[in-house]
């Protein structure tokens, strides 16, 4: 077996007050011990499923706090998880009895409009990002909610509403600043370390810690053409198929995804979804509003909708961040694969599968692939195969603890379910939960990619300090 989870990290911190007082005093950043009045605020990840008790956070403020802070990890034993966004479902940025480098204070973005080139510090969320480049009208290819962060993101490939335009947000990068197991600082671009930057684009944190990470930006809105249509859940047996044949004949500017959801019953949104199961399409024109508000409007066509909230929302940014109250404040189990054709008989099930949701919170996402993310080769970038013109995710969530367990198990039958559909197969890491079943879908994931990525690990971290993550084993 060539790769392991986070859950078996070992390691745990020990420190008497002597100790605590002289780290508290080497490191910038908060030392917070599990005795610190602020622990608990900020030890949780997004997930609520999640429940870590580290043994020492340290919220880092540079990277001199990153390379102490893995030099501690690494001389002592210590466990050791570095946080960024905190979004992934499997909890990657925290672990028991371990070091936490959190790394949210380091959020700093610089954007260089004449070269439309933006560096990022590894903390940053793409909210912050999206920030500093829409005033200049640019925006780099990353996630469709604005909370999640941009370390974990790019680091595990990327996909928003840009990618068909511009490839996943790890295409997008120029360079990053890598502080290594050793403690050493390198950057990894396409002429210094290649083989580091060729493993970061898709092998997550497995390398080294990305103090910072230079991207390219592309001119994007702020004004955008955008669709956003709710129709009723049980239309979406007739408005997938027509969907998916117009998603497959417009061009690569058009990145759009289906959803089957639920719309809670609160004001803030418009009262034809308030408390409706829902089947959403979106679709997002990367480019000048003016020449693709044609092609979207098709998008606002399909079937007799609930509601068009197409024209609410016009700029880049608000479309960013639109979801993100929803996906808040739950307890969260995903997995997900890619399918090489959205056939009939997989829209069947799918649908099925919506139709028999455990909970409203429970989301079906359906991203088009294909553009620009299908133009790389397998082994340009550590991500892998990127042929499949569809992901299918089902991202169960429920705001009741006590439904977790049963969301858990229905996410794990759905995607069995799928498995056996035409043309599945692998797993987008960054939707993964941790569970036995995902041993093997890393491995197939990373095909023919993971005897490169256990050689580059055994370069850069052959102790394997770096393992709360997808991990890649030294070999
Ligand atoms: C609400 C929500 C929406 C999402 N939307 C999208 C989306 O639109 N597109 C998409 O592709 N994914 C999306 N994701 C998945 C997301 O890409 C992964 O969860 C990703 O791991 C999150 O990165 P993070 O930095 O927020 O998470 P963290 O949990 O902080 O980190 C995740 C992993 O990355 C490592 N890591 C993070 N930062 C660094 C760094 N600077 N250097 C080294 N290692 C680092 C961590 O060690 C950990 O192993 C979403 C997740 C959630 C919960």
């Excluded at 005093?25 to 030392?31: C, I, L, S, T």
């Excluded at 030890?43 to 429940?51: E, P």
């Excluded at 679709?283 to 909230?309: H, K, N, Y």
């Excluded at 028999?356 to 790389?376: C, E, S």
């Amino acid at each position: 077996m060539a790769t392991s989870l986070a859950h078996d990290a070992g390691g745990e911190v020990h420190l008497d007050a002597e100790e605590l007082s002289a780290l508290s005093m080497q490191f910038r950043g908060a030392v917070l011990s599990p005795d610190d009045p602020s622990y608990d605020a900020v030890r949780g990840v997004q997930n609520l499923a999640i429940d870590r008790h580290p043994g020492l956070i340290i919220r880092c403020s540079g990277e001199a706090d990153v390379i102490d802070g893995v030099n501690l990890a690494r001389e002592r034993g210590y466990a050791l998880a570095v946080r960024s966004g905190g979004h992934h479902v499997g909890g990657h940025g925290s672990v028991d009895g371990g070091l936490v480098l959190d790394l949210r204070n380091m959020n700093g973005v610089w954007v260089d409009p004449a070269n439309r080139t933006v560096r990022v510090q590894g903390g940053a969320t793409w909210g912050q990002v999206d920030r500093e480049t829409q005033v200049f009208g640019l925006a780099v290819p990353g996630g469709v909610v604005s909370t999640t962060g941009v370390g974990g993101l790019t680091l595990g490939g990327g996909i928003g509403w840009l990618h068909r335009r511009w490839g996943l947000a790890c295409d997008n990068l120029v360079s990053a600043t890598i502080v290594l197991a050793s403690g050493e600082l390198v950057t990894a671009s396409e002429d210094q370390n290649p083989d580091l930057f060729w493993a970061i684009r898709g092998g997550g944190g497995n390398f080294g810690v990305a103090v910072d990470l230079t991207f390219h930006a592309h001119p994007v809105g702020p004004d955008v053409a955008l669709a956003t249509v709710f129709h009723p859940i049980e239309a979406g047996a007739e408005i997938v198929p027509a969907w998916r044949d117009l998603a497959l004949s417009v061009g690569d500017e058009v990145t759009t995804r289906a959803l089957y959801w639920s719309m809670p019953p609160v004001d803030e949104l418009p009262p034809p979804v308030q408390g409706r199961d829902v089947m959403i399409v979106a679709a997002l024109w990367a480019g000048d509003r003016s020449e693709g508000q044609e092609v979207i409007d098709e998008f606002t066509r399909l079937g007799d909708p609930l509601f068009d909230m197409s024209g609410f929302i016009p700029t880049y940014r608000a479309f960013q961040a639109g979801f993100d109250a929803l996906t808040e404040n739950l307890y969260s189990y995903w997995k997900s694969l890619y399918l090489d054709e959205l056939s009939d008989e997989a829209i069947a099930y799918v649908h099925d599968r919506a139709l028999d949701r455990p909970d409203p919170a429970v989301l079906i996402h359906m991203p088009i692939m294909g553009g620009a993310t299908a133009r790389a080769a397998a082994e340009d970038t550590a991500f892998g195969d990127r042929n499949a013109p569809f992901m299918l995710s089902f991202d169960g969530g429920t705001r009741d603890p006590a439904a977790f367990g049963k969301v858990r198990d229905w996410v794990r039958e759905s995607v069995e379910g799928a498995r056996a559909l035409q043309g599945a197969r692998g797993a987008y890491l960054n939707f993964s939960a941790d569970d036995s079943t995902d041993r093997r879908v890393i491995e197939q994931q990373y095909g023919g990619n993971l005897a490169r990525l256990q050689a580059v690990k055994r370069m850069y971290d052959p102790g394997n300090l770096f393992r709360v993550n997808n991990n890649i084993e030294p070999a």
